[in-house]
């Protein structure tokens, strides 16, 4: 059972999922959170940074590395592991998302999309084989497939053909790159807007194809937490029980427990790194903003209850010094620290589905964060 | 012998020293290069960096620490050790050199120097008094004493008029805060200008005052390097044998080794700190500056003679890509390089100068980073 893609859930909790899934660089444990490493460096940490605060898998961005320093030199680096140094797993996204959110001007085709470069306005093309063979090129242990991110406030009509169009491509993907035919696993991504009907076909289609896991993707785009939640619940659990689901670019600590009471089992998002190099701090209490006046001489440090770098050794005091200083070791010390919180919420998740007491757990981050979605998730219990 | 401000030799080469300076926060072999730690950080490393590259001891500036965060937070802080967690010696200087150099509107007086801050244009005034007194709320190690570092071209008479000056603050300074009424020890500075005759006159005047070691200063602000060595090797060896000698400022890897080749036991610069920032990399084969494309798939370590972290772990390749991307960990890997490079040096040459061999290790260096001020050194040597 060593095989690549081997899943196995080892618990479960109403919904939540506590299961194991293993990639060519090893095991993951789920639910597992992902920071980003877009060009192959989660800002500013390092690999042993990564490993102190706990991650077992990073992301990479395929359309950031395929512009720079580009695929074919990283695979002649011997891939993006050998590279940065990561020798844990890595999950490289499609680029789909980028190439809709960063890119200029992009033009949709059957065959594929054409895009601007958001660096010097150079003109590419990503078909779903090429996106393949970018990935491929970066050695990642999980691929995902060339999809559609169908942006809010989309009409129904458009999304429905996009779904289509993200299908054809998902079968595409996954020719172009056949199960077993070497250490890298593929996911496909579940799009449809926000339609629950459109999401059941999507997923319906994309079920036919074999991948070894799914993704929903276009969640987190200018919806409302409510209206995330009415797709999440209604979808999450509809996806292959024996497979990884990955909720794609999400999100915020209730945002992932709420993922996780979905049957969720994969996360990613740049919020606590980004939000670290702003000094927004996610703390046991609630969010902290390292740069106001209150800390200036608080000798605590930032989150008692976290075991950090960050936290062991410094305080509040000296990391808003460091801050509004603007001195780089704070980027560092943030990042550390807010990985940390979102790899203890998973690690602890873990935990709780383990010990069947995981909406206990998820109450307790309610508590301090606020109870988003309040309707649905009432409607999705009753 | 435990005392702070003890100062032993230990060995001997030609001028060169190699002597262990007793502090309140441990014991400072020498030749030693001190990393600057402007505002309580050395810029993109941790204490934990500092330690992993052999730094004994680290700078932090007066004058940046008295205006962010202040020196009576960090006080009540606990003083500048406790504050940016570093427990081994710091010293810090006089705030003269910024006063002269960043500060906008500034005002000589024989009670001080009024001036701009950088950061808001806010008025402020230090006095020898005043300079002791921040000092003694940062709780460094080695306190500097307020000087005026007179700018490269000033004339003879107001260089002669500043070298009398500047003793009678030193001796101000001394007043503030006598020898051994704390745990701190105090250097003064000797100025002068360029004229040999005014160096020796303002070393007499200071060495009637009780320090604990002397500094040169007002070297290194714009002069040619035959310029600097000329000074450096007249005053240098007339500075008191028994005490400890530090070159303000400086410098390059050949003013470091030129200094110590002038009897001089402490050195501190921003060079490696800001030159990591900048990409360019000090390794034993010379200077490197990563962006260049001759790096773009260089699979070697930075230098293979250097046993740094991020030599030891990633390739030219990797850091050039870091640098190029502007990611964050790239001002961290850079900047432990540097240090390491910097203080290999120091220990290096105290290794060379027990070893009776430290002329032949300043070669090695020569050699690659070439031969600066070759007339006055031959002077010296005849």
Known sequence: ????????????????????????????????????????????????????VGAQIILGNTYHLYLRPGDELVARMGGLHR????????????????????????????????????????????????????????????????????????????????????????RRSREAYPRGSGGQIMFGIVQGGFHEDLREESLAQLSEIDFEGFAVGGLSVGESPEEMRRQLYHIGPKLPAHKPRYLMGVGAPMDILDGIMAGIDMFDCVLPTRNARNGTLYTSQGKVNIKRAEYREDERPLDSNCNCYTCRTFSRAYLRHLYVTRELLSYRLNTIHNLAFFLDLAAGARKAIEDGRFMAFRQQYADVYGEPGKQEMEAQQS
Chains 1, 2 share one sequence.
């Open 1 to 52: 059972m060593n095989q690549p893609g081997t899943f196995t859930l080892r618990a479960t909790d109403g919904q939540a999922r506590r299961a194991s899934l293993v990639t060519a660089h090893g095991v993951i444990e789920t639910p597992v959170f992902m920071p980003v490493g877009t060009v192959g460096s989660v800002k500013a940490v390092s690999p042993e940074d990564l490993k102190a």
């Open 83 to 170: 590279f940065a140094r990561w020798d844990r797993p890595i999950l490289t996204d499609s680029g789909g998302f980028q190439v809709f959110s960063l890119s200029g001007l992009r033009k949709i085709t059957e065959q594929g999309v054409e895009f601007q470069s958001h660096l010097d306005g150079s003109r590419h093309f990503f078909s779903p084989e090429k996106v393949v063979s970018i990935q491929k090129n970066l050695g990642s242990d999980i691929m995902m497939v060339l999809d559609e991110c169908v942006a809010w406030g989309q009409d129904r009509d458009y999304t429905a053909k996009s779904l289509e169009l993200t299908t054809r491509w998902a």
